[in-house]
């Protein structure tokens, strides 16, 4: 069975500071990672993904991620938060298999709160 | 933005009372789910289907039922609503699974179910 860890329930950050949000996960086998951002009102819309390749994954608005075979942790980041970047992000986990449909474990999420 | 439409955005029911909550999508994508989302629980599959009539329960399934009689439509209904089902509940949509496009989902805008 997968699980995702989000380690920090809220994060309160200046504008213009950098800022980390933290993911771990377990699962027994190889996985796919995405982090999703959800703004006040609105639905969860990707924010980058984890297939393959490179460890360092950079999605939209700035953001990046890290993924730490050895750590378990798949950490978003991004140098320079703006007031916009406010909202709720979700770490997902998926299991890499082929065929049919992969279950999708999300994290309960964390609050990014940037202060002006 | 992926063409997905929630319907209700809100609703105010009554225990005891069946609700049916309806998404459409214009992605012609085989894969549909339903979501719950609640604080400190992130989010939950309800149900998914993977085509027309096929469909299985995800983690949280009693008390739920759900058809997709037609691609771009799947309905989620709460047979006999409680209280416990108040909740956001969110669809989403994914094209058949394929490494390359290994489970990225695309969500609706949501649906704020209140059972009093």
């Known amino acids: 069975a997968q699980s995702v860890t989000q380690l920090d329930s809220q994060v309160p950050v200046f504008e213009e500071a950098p800022v980390e949000l933290r993911c771990n996960y377990s699962?027994?086998?190889?996985?796919?990672l995405f982090w999703y951002v959800q703004y006040p009102n609105q639905g969860l819309q990707l924010l980058l993904k984890?297939?393959?390749?490179?460890?360092l994954v950079k999605g939209i608005n700035g953001f990046e991620a890290e993924f730490n075979k050895s750590q378990t942790s798949f950490h978003l980041r991004k140098p320079s938060v703006h007031i916009s970047d406010t909202a709720e992000y979700f770490c997902a986990v998926s299991d890499r298999r082929s065929g049919g449909y992969q279950k999708v474990t999300f994290g309960i999420g964390t609050k990014l709160q940037v202060i002006p | 933005d992926a063409g997905i439409t929630q319907s209700p955005r809100h609703k105010v029911t009554e225990t005891g009372t069946p609700v049916t909550l309806r998404c459409h999508q214009t992605?012609?994508?085989?894969?549909m789910y339903w979501y719950r989302q609640d604080p400190g629980h992130g989010l939950r599959l309800i149900h998914y289907?993977?085509?027309?009539?096929?469909?299985d329960k995800g983690e949280v399934s009693d008390g739920y039922s759900v058809s997709r009689s037609k691609t771009e439509d799947f309905l989620l209904t709460l047979e006999s609503a409680t209280s416990s089902q108040t909740s956001v509940y969110f669809c989403?949509?994914?094209?058949?699974?394929?490494?390359?496009?290994?489970?990225?989902?695309?969500f609706g805008p949501g649906t704020r179910l209140l059972v009093l």
């Open positions: 289907s993977y085509g027309v009539k096929d469909t």
């Open positions: 699962s027994s086998v190889s996985v796919y």
């Open positions: 984890y297939l393959s390749g490179s460890t």
């Open positions: 992605e012609n994508h085989r894969y």
């Open positions: 989403a949509i994914s094209e058949s699974p394929g490494l390359a496009l290994q489970e990225t989902q695309y």
